[in-house]
Structure formats: structure tokens, C-alpha cells
């Protein structure tokens, strides 16, 4: 019988080959054990994040070497350097709708989160998630963090929870006060400076040990706010002034270090809560409006409102320029339904026949021609400059739903998918953020 390969003999015994191999793995521990650290580091700074942060468990060695702020800086340095091409950090789109999590990662993501079936297993590291895994929900996201509220049904009040998905890091924050009179909150924001920032010109790294991040709860529409302070572990009372009439509050944005949110009556709110004492301001919109027919969000730093006229057939992207000043809107985009084109023909028929079935979702962190807009049960990438529509994923649907749907598939267009609840974009820089324990009260201040 003909052998194909050598390569699948042996001659040496089963026994001694086991402790030739052993032999072999133990120099090879030795061996990298005793790598020279700057060869060392040049090797762990070529691994994905991922598994860099893996290798700290490897030694004591490692664990130091790695969470070195020197290490993580170098690290990031490499991330920006040596990529082909402009740098672009991935992210995930996290869309939530009933009892199920949809995840949707970009091209470029290197991180992998265990969804489960229903999208709630890649939290399961947290306490409230073990204990009721269906009464909870994601009130925001900034960057890499995400803010969970946890009903606790039994005592009546809510737990909220900053954590990192990728290094399973959380805190929970103490309790607000407004809880403890039986109030809830009309709105809760979260908001946080940046971990790093790199210059591009200086291809140089600066982390920020001492971030700060503030949690707001707006307790009525008269904007009575309770806020919570990375800097004192504390919350804190606030009733904001405002020179013009307010109504409901509505889910906000953080952009440039502030919150924005959209006001009924008097346009975009905007409020720093890093200054003590502040005063709201506002910013008129171009159009008039009605609450049902806009969105807002953020690109790289500025402010989009995504308007959407449906009998009209046509949606527009307006971005706020000079936002310095009194800032000054403009039409960047604006896109007829009936020009879309696609390889995949549902597509194209929802478009031009089921426009009340389309739903904004987010604009797109990297590409400012790309949006997500929901199609029925399909997530969808639409470039609004060649008005290319490509699938991007599609929402979990009941089995109920399936049933009808395959009872009556001659009559698809009349039946209404219903919206998504909440999107977040949650980020994958370069390195995550850490997530620091509470100040003691005894302790001295960050700026002390």
C-alpha cells in the first residue's frame, strides 16, 4: 500500500515521542520566558486586542508588562501606524427590539461577544443579568461603555451598571435619590471623556487615567435633574434653569462633551453637565417639525438630524456646521425612495411601494454617506450618494409571525414590522477602557 506522505510516519515510540514533545514545549516556555522585553513587546504589539489582553494571565511578567500605560500607549501608536490605508476603529451595532439583542459588527471588528439566542448572553457577567435576565435594558453608550438599568421588580427601584462588554468590567452606582420618593426618570443620559486621543500629525498617544463620565436623570419636564459624578462616587441634585418653555424629553446625544436632546416645542437642547451650575441652551432647527418625522445623532463630532418625509417619498440629512457659535445647519444629503437601487429586489419594492415599513436606525460612525435604516424585519446600509441599498442583517421575527408570513405570502407588503426600540453603537477602539472602583469618601478628590 502506497504511503502518500512521510510526513504521517513514525518510527519513534509513542512513550518517548510524548516526552520529546513535552521536552520540546518546555523550551519553547523557556525560551519566550526569556525573550529580550523590547522583542517582547514588538510581538504583543502586532496581536489583536483581544488576545494581547488575554496574555496577561500568561505571568506576573506579562500582567506588568501589559498594563503599563507606556504598553498600552505603544500599543495604540502601533494600531494607527501600521494599518494600509486611513485607520478606522470597528464597532457594533446593537439594536434592541422586545426580548432580543440583535448584533452587528462591522467588516473590520476583531472582537467576537457571546450573544446567545436571544442576544443577552454577551452581559451575562453582571449581576442583575444573572439574577432577572429579562428586566433589564441598555439606557445608553458612549464609545465602549454601556449604562444597563436593572428593575428590581420586589423593591421597586432600578440599578444601573457602567460596564466594558469586551474586558467584562462593571461598577454598580449607587442608588439615585429620586428612587427613594417613588419617582422615575423622564430620561437618563450617559456621557464620558475620552480614555485616549491620538494625533495623527504628531503620531502621538495620550491616555486619560482620570476620565471623567457623568449620569443624568431627568426627573420631570421642568428639567429637575439628579447626577451622577465620576468624581466624587456621588449623586447630586440639580434643577436646571431655562428660558424657554419645556416639554417632554425624548432620548439624548452626546456630542463635544455635551447632551443634545429634541424639545417639542423649542428645538435642540443642549446641556454641558460637567459645568456646575449650568444653563441650558438651544439651537433652532431648519425645518419646521413634528416629533414623528426626525431623528438626531452624531458623525465624528457633529451634530445630524435625519428628517424623513414619507408621503413625500424622500428623506434628508442635515449636519450643523460652526456649532461654536450659534451654529448653522446644512443639507448634506437628501434621498427619493424611488431612486434606490439594489441587488436585492425586496429591497427595492418596500422602498417604492412600503415607506411607512422604512425606519432610521443610525448614521453610519465612519462613512458620512452611509446610513442604517430598518426595511421591515431587514437592517439595512444605504449610501446616500449612489443610493445603493445592501443588507447589513435582519431582525429576529415570532413564530407566530413566521406562520402568517408563510400563510400569506401574496399579501407581504400589508403587514407592518414593528420598529426597533433602541439603537446603540457600541465602539472598539483601539484599547478598551478601564473602568475604575468608586472614591471612598475618605479619599482626596481627582484634582487634590
Not at 397 to 426: C, K, M, T
Amino acid at each position: 500500500m502506497a504511503v502518500e506522505s512521510s510526513t504521517q510516519l513514525s518510527l519513534v515510540p509513542c512513550r518517548k515521542r510524548s516526552r520529546i514533545e513535552k521536552d520540546l514545549d518546555d523550551l519553547n516556555l523557556i525560551n519566550i520566558n526569556e525573550l529580550p522585553e523590547a522583542l517582547l513587546l514588538e510581538i504583543l504589539y502586532r496581536l489583536p486586542c483581544q488576545w494581547a489582553l488575554q496574555c496577561k494571565s500568561v505571568s506576573k511578567r506579562w500582567y506588568s508588562l501589559i498594563s503599563d500605560p507606556y504598553f498600552i500607549r505603544s500599543f495604540i501608536h502601533h494600531r494607527h501606524c501600521h494599518k494600509f490605508g486611513e485607520f478606522s476603529e470597528p464597532f457594533t451595532l446593537l439594536l434592541m427590539r422586545k426580548d432580543n439583542i440583535i448584533h452587528l459588527p462591522s467588516d473590520n471588528s476583531e472582537l467576537s461577544l457571546d450573544c446567545g439566542r436571544d442576544g443577552f448572553d454577551f452581559l451575562n457577567f453582571l449581576p442583575c443579568i444573572k439574577r432577572a435576565r429579562r428586566n433589564y435594558r441598555i439606557e445608553a453608550a458612549f464609545n465602549d461603555l454601556l449604562l444597563v438599568c436593572s428593575e428590581v421588580s420586589r423593591d421597586g427601584f432600578c440599578e444601573y451598571y457602567i460596564c466594558n462588554p469586551f474586558t467584562k468590567e462593571w461598577l454598580m452606582l449607587p442608588r439615585p435619590p429620586y428612587m427613594s420618593m417613588g419617582r422615575t426618570a423622564a430620561m437618563v443620559s450617559f456621557i464620558c471623556e475620552k480614555y485616549y486621543s491620538y494625533d495623527k500629525d504628531l503620531q502621538e498617544c495620550i491616555t486619560n487615567v482620570k476620565y471623567r463620565y457623568k449620569v443624568v436623570c431627568c426627573i420631570t419636564s421642568e428639567l429637575k435633574m439628579e447626577i451622577f459624578s465620576s468624581e466624587t462616587g456621588e449623586w447630586s441634585s440639580l434643577v436646571v434653569s431655562s428660558p424657554r418653555e419645556f416639554g417632554p424629553i425624548p432620548h439624548g446625544v452626546a456630542c463635544n462633551g455635551m447632551l443634545h436632546w429634541v424639545n417639542d416645542n423649542k428645538g435642540l437642547v443642549v446641556f454641558d453637565p460637567f459645568i456646575e451650575n449650568a444653563e441650558l441652551r438651544y439651537i433652532d432647527l431648519p425645518f419646521e417639525f413634528t416629533k414623528h418625522s426626525f431623528s438626531i445623532g452624531e458623525f465624528q463630532g457633529r451634530l445630524r438630524i435625519f428628517q424623513f418625509l414619507r408621503e413625500a417619498l424622500f428623506f434628508s440629512v442635515w449636519e450643523l456646521e460652526d456649532y461654536g457659535n450659534k451654529g448653522k445647519w446644512c443639507m448634506k444629503h437628501k434621498v427619493y425612495l424611488n431612486q434606490m437601487i439594489s441587488e436585492h429586489v425586496m429591497l427595492v419594492e418596500i422602498a417604492e411601494k412600503s415607506s411607512r415599513q422604512i425606519e432610521f436606525l443610525a448614521f453610519h460612525p465612519k462613512e458620512g454617506e452611509l446610513v442604517f435604516l430598518q426595511f421591515r424585519n431587514y437592517v439595512v446600509l444605504c449610501n446616500m450618494r449612489t443610493m445603493e441599498l445592501k443588507e447589513a442583517g435582519q431582525l429576529h421575527r415570532s413564530e407566530i409571525l413566521e406562520q402568517f408570513l408563510r400563510a400569506r405570502s401574496g399579501r407581504f407588503f400589508l403587514l407592518h414590522e414593528p420598529p426597533v426600540q433602541s439603537v446603540f453603537l457600541l465602539g472598539q477602539p483601539s484599547w478598551p477602557t478601564p473602568i475604575a472602583p468608586l472614591r471612598l469618601k475618605f479619599e482626596c478628590p481627582l484634582d487634590c
